[in-house]
C-alpha cells in the first residue's frame, strides 16, 4: 500500500538521520592530553627570558588509577625585572605532515584539572596568523585567551566563542580588534595552560592536568534528533489511528460489477461487499472470496493491515455503525433494527451492543434523543 511504503520511507530517513548524527556527535574529538601517541603531541613549560632571574617551572608524569597526570609546578620570580613574570605548560604538535591543532572542526576545549594556588587560571590557544608569526618565537603568535574562574578539581567546558584576544597583546602591536580579520582556528600552535598570576611571587604553585579534549557541543544536535523522532512517532500516530478509524456506512449500496486485481482496488472490492450484505447473518469469508475473487487468505491481511482488525471485528463494527444510525433516525423496535443489521439473536445483540458502548441499546437511544 502507499501508506506502507510512505511510513517505510519515513522511519528509513530517520535511521539514516540517526547514523549520520551519531556519527556527527561522536566523530569530532581530539584528544590532547593524555598522549596517545608520543610521536604527535609534545609537552614543555615556557617562562619569561629578559634576564636570568626568570621564573622556575617543572613538569613530572605520574600514573594515577592507570592513567596519566601531568604536574606542572612553578614559582614567579620575585626579582625578575618584568612586570609580570609567568610561567606556562604548552602543547605542541610536531607531526612533520601537519604541526596544527584544527580547532576549527570543534566549538569546545574540555578541561579536568586541579590547582594548589591558583585561581584565575589562563587557557590559552595561540593562532599562526600570518604577518605576526615568527617560528624561532613562540609569543610571536597570536594568542586567544580565557581566565578559567578556579573552582575545585574537576572538568570545566569552555565554549571557543568565550577566548578572546588578550589587550596587552594589542598594546604591543598598535592594533584593534578590528583590525584583526578572517582569524583562521584550523591554525592553532600551542594549546597553553598558564600560571596564575594573581598569587604572589616566589610562592610554589601547582597544576595537576589530567585531561585536555577538543571537541563540539552536540546538544543541538540531540535536539534536532529528539524533535524528528517526536515528529516522525506523531506521524506514524495519526496514521496508525486513522487507518484503524476507517468505516464505511453500510446503508450506502454500492454495485460491484468487476474483478478487482490491483491492491487498492482489492480493499474497495471487499469494504463494498460487506457495506452491501452486512446484514446477512451468515456472511463469511468464503462469500467475499467466491464473490470478488480474492482469497481469504489476503482478505484477512487487507483487514489487518488497512483496519488493524480482523474480518469479525470490522463486521461487527460496521454492523454496530449501522445500528446507531437507526436508533437516531428511526422508530423502529430494539429487535427489527437488530435483525436488519445482521443479528439472528436479540439477546446476542444486546450483549454485543453493550460490550461496545457502555450502554443498552435502549438507553443508548434514550441517551441520544
Not at 610554589?204 to 517526536?230: A, M
Request: proline residues 2%; hydrophobic residues 40%.
Amino acid at each position: 500500500m502507499v501508506v506502507n511504503k510512505f511510513i517505510k520511507i519515513a522511519v528509513s530517513i530517520l535511521v539514516l538521520l540517526s547514523l549520520g548524527l551519531f556519527f556527527l556527535m561522536n566523530n569530532k574529538k581530539n584528544v590532547v592530553f593524555p598522549i596517545t601517541d608520543s610521536r604527535a603531541v609534545f609537552f614543555e613549560t615556557y617562562h619569561e627570558a629578559v634576564d636570568s632571574l626568570f621564573s622556575e617551572s617543572s613538569i613530572i608524569i605520574r600514573k594515577k588509577n592507570k592513567k596519566d597526570e601531568l604536574i606542572f609546578r612553578y614559582s614567579l620570580s620575585k626579582n625578575t625585572s618584568i612586570q609580570e613574570p609567568f610561567s606556562a605548560l604548552f602543547f605542541y604538535k610536531k607531526d612533520t605532515s601537519n604541526t596544527f591543532f584544527d580547532l576549527s572542526v570543534h566549538n569546545m576545549i574540555s578541561l579536568n584539572l586541579s590547582a594548589f594556588r591558583g585561581k584565575r587560571i589562563p587557557i590559552t590557544f595561540t593562532l599562526n596568523y600570518e604577518g605576526f608569526t615568527d617560528e624561532n618565537k613562540v609569543l610571536s603568535n597570536l594568542p586567544m585567551t580565557y581566565l578559567l574562574d578556579y573552582q575545585s578539581a574537576g572538568s570545566y567546558d569552555i565554549k571557543l566563542d568565550k577566548f578572546e584576544i588578550p589587550s596587552w597583546w594589542l598594546r604591543q602591536h598598535k592594533l584593534q580588534k578590528e583590525d584583526l580579520k578572517n582569524i583562521d582556528l584550523s591554525r592553532v600552535n600551542y594549546i597553553v595552560v598558564g600560571s596564575c598570576q594573581l598569587i604572589d611571587r616566589g610562592l610554589d604553585d601547582e597544576i595537576i592536568v589530567k585531561h585536555i579534549e577538543l571537541k563540539t557541543d552536540n546538544s543541538l544536535l540531540f535536539i534536532l534528533y529528539g524533535v524528528l523522532l517526536l515528529l516522525v512517532f506523531v506521524f506514524c500516530t495519526i496514521v496508525y489511528l486513522s487507518r484503524k478509524r476507517k468505516v464505511v456506512v453500510p446503508y450506502s449500496q454500492l454495485e460491484i460489477n468487476e474483478r478487482y486485481t490491483d491492491a487498492s482496488s482489492k480493499v474497495e472490492a471487499v469494504v463494498m461487499y460487506m457495506a452491501k450484505n452486512y446484514n446477512n447473518p451468515e456472511l463469511s469469508l468464503n462469500d467475499i472470496q467466491n464473490e470478488t475473487g480474492i482469497s481469504s487468505r489476503e482478505i484477512g491481511l487487507i483487514f489487518k493491515n488497512e483496519f488493524g482488525s480482523s474480518f469479525k471485528k470490522y463486521l461487527n463494527l460496521m454492523r454496530l455503525t449501522e445500528v446507531k444510525r437507526l436508533l437516531k433516525e428511526t422508530n423502529e423496535t430494539i429487535s427489527v433494527i437488530a435483525y436488519q443489521t445482521g443479528y439472528s439473536n436479540v439477546s446476542h445483540f444486546n450483549r454485543v451492543f453493550k460490550s461496545e458502548e457502555g450502554l443498552s441499546p435502549k438507553d443508548y437511544r434514550e441517551k441520544i434523543s
